[in-house]
Nanobody
C-alpha cells in the first residue's frame, strides 16, 4: 500500500533552517510527482512546493520562493524540502502528498491528492 512519511520538523528560531524529508513506499516512486503542503493553526491547508517525477520541474508558493528548495532522490524514494530563512508564519504541520499516477507539477496543482503522509510539525519562534 502507498505510504508517505514526513519527518524533520522541529523548533527553530526565525532565520534558521530545517530540512524536511518525505519517505515513500508501496508505489513506483520515480513515476510520481510529489507535493509538500502545510496547515497552520486555524488556517486552510496550502500547497507549498511540488516536484515532478523526472524532468526536474518545480513549483513554489509565492510565500516561500527564494527560501525553500524542493528536491528528490529517486534512489532513496525520498523528497526533501530545504527551508531557509524561516519566519514565524512558516509555523505549520507539513505534509507530503501525491495523486495516483501523477507525474507532473501541473497535475498536482489542479488535482485533489489521493495519498497523504502523516505530517511533521515545524515551529518557528520569533
Amino acid at each position: 500500500d502507498v505510504q508517505l512519511q514526513a519527518s524533520g520538523g522541529g523548533l527553530v528560531q526565525a532565520g534558521g533552517s530545517l530540512r524536511l524529508s518525505c519517505q515513500a513506499s508501496g508505489f513506483a516512486f520515480d513515476d510520481y510527482a510529489i507535493g509538500w503542503f502545510r496547515q497552520a493553526p486555524g488556517k486552510e491547508r496550502e500547497g507549498v512546493s511540488y516536484i515532478s517525477s523526472s524532468d526536474g520541474s518545480t513549483y513554489y508558493a509565492d510565500s516561500v520562493k527564494g527560501r525553500f528548495t524542493i528536491s528528490r532522490d529517486n534512489a532513496k524514494n525520498t523528497v526533501y524540502l530545504q527551508m531557509n530563512s524561516l519566519k514565524p508564519e512558516d509555523t505549520a504541520v507539513y505534509y507530503c502528498a501525491t495523486i495516483d499516477g501523477c507525474r507532473t507539477v501541473v497535475a498536482l496543482m489542479v488535482g485533489g491528492m489521493d495519498y497523504w503522509g502523516k505530517g511533521t510539525l515545524v515551529t518557528v519562534s520569533s
